[in-house]
Nanobody
């Protein structure tokens, strides 16, 4: 089984910073990719950033230069540093874990709210 637990998030004014953490626990095997998605009510969940076990990253265009994803393979933890936050970054952020021990499955955390407003 795979358990995914997020922490961080909260409220910040525009221009501020927040950080998110995601810890994945598993006995299945190594994790290929970890990442963050976000969702606002009435909209589809969208990719924010992902990182592979080799450190390859993908970012949503609108967060490039403002968000940084990183990962510690030893303890299966991923981080998302969010700077220069904008009101449009407000959403529930979900940690995603993909392909654990070659199972090609997706696993999700419970989500954490990020609110950017004055």
């Amino acid at each position: 089984q795979v358990q995914v637990v997020e922490s961080g998030g909260g409220w910040v004014q525009p221009g501020g910073s927040l950080s998110l953490s995601c810890a994945a626990s598993t006995s299945i095997g190594s994790i290929y990719r970890m990442g963050w998605f976000r969702q606002v009510p009435g909209s589809q969940r969208e990719l924010v950033a992902t990182i592979t076990d080799q450190g390859s990253t993908v970012y949503r265009e609108s967060v490039k230069g403002r968000f940084t994803i990183s990962r510690t393979n030893a303890n299966n933890t991923a981080y998302l540093q969010m700077n220069s936050l904008k009101s449009e970054d407000t959403a529930v952020y979900y940690c995603n874990v993909y392909n654990v021990g070659q199972d090609w499955s997706n696993y999700w955390g419970q989500g954490t709210q990020v609110t950017v407003s004055s």
